[in-house]
């Protein structure tokens, strides 16, 4: 599908791999709306590619409205990348026998899960009311993030898995749901991408470089982590390659994760 003159939401755009992801759509022409709970950031990136930014929290309904029809009050919404999400390590059962904080889980699953859906289907209904782009009749196009830890859990990543597994839960019958009004859904599973996420999972105190070095050693070819732009290069072409619809698609060196 042609980027050029449409209009993108990108959720978690202020950072990382939807911030990358602002930046190849709008660079392949494509009115970008930030959709991010960061305001300083997202201005900033939004002010640099020509985009508007929409302060959102993705968990909540009204918010994401109102980011969603800021996006649809341009030229046509054709496009929703869904990149906001949070990590969390704990274990079900922690070292000390202390169950898995039941709040903190139930968090994970409202932004990275329910934040997704809730974006996926205001989005789809947005788009759903334009004309068609094309002959076949395509309107758009939505592209979740999940992980490799959606597949191939760690210990310790119960809750973010959880949330992972159902993003890609929902590819297929999202797409199929949506084929009626000419939308695909694909869903990009990134294995270790180098993005501020990992600041915060190594802690306070924590180094994350260390954490980083860890998590890059099992990764096949290149021997390295994966970059922002890599990501945002594959979400324009699952955009621009049509026949791409209903797939989950790993984006990771080739790694594949041990139980630790
Ligand atoms: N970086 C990786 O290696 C990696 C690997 C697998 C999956 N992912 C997934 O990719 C996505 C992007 O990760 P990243 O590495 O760019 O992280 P990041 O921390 O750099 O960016 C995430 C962005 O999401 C925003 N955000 C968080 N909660 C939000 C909410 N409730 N509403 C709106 N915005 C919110 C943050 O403000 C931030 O700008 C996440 O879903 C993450 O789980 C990342």
Redesign the pocket.
């Given at each position: 599908m042609e980027l050029n003159g449409t209009s993108a939401i990108v959720?978690?755009?202020?950072?990382?791999?939807?911030?990358a992801t602002a930046r190849v759509l709008a660079q392949a022409g494509a009115t970008v709306v930030i959709?991010?709970?960061?305001a300083e950031?997202?201005k900033e990136i939004a002010d640099a590619i020509g985009g508007r930014f929409a302060q959102?929290?993705?968990?909540d309904e009204s918010s994401v409205r109102a980011a969603v029809q800021a996006a649809a009050g341009g030229p046509p919404l054709r496009v929703a990348v869904?990149?906001?999400?949070?990590?969390w390590a704990a274990r079900t059962v922690g070292r000390d026998g202390t169950p898995h904080d039941l709040a903190s889980f139930q968090k994970v699953i409202a932004?990275?899960l329910t934040?997704t859906f809730n974006l996926m289907r205001l989005a789809a209904a947005a788009i759903a009311e334009t004309g068609p782009a094309d002959s076949d009749g395509q309107r758009g196009v939505i592209i979740n993030?999940?992980?490799?830890?959606g597949i191939e859990g760690q210990t310790g990543q119960v809750a973010?898995s959880a949330s992972?597994g159902g993003i890609i839960g929902m590819t297929v019958p999202a797409a199929r749901d949506l084929s009626v009004t000419g939308i695909r859904v694909n869903t990009i599973?990134?294995?270790?991408?180098?993005?501020?996420?990992?600041t915060?999972i190594a802690g306070a105190g924590g180094d994350a470089e260390e954490f980083k070095a860890r998590l890059t050693a099992p990764v096949v070819f290149p021997k390295r982590?994966?970059r922002?732009a890599e990501f945002g290069h594959l979400v324009r072409t699952l955009v621009e390659n049509d026949y791409m619809n209903a797939e989950v698609i790993r984006f990771d060196g080739g790694i594949r994760f041990q139980p630790k």
């Open positions: 959720s978690g755009g202020a950072s990382g791999l939807g911030e959709a991010d709970l960061n950031r997202g959102t929290d993705v968990a869904s990149c906001a999400g949070i990590g932004v990275n934040g993030t999940s992980s490799v830890a973010y992972k599973c990134p294995g270790i991408i180098d993005t501020p996420i990992y915060g982590m994966g922002p």
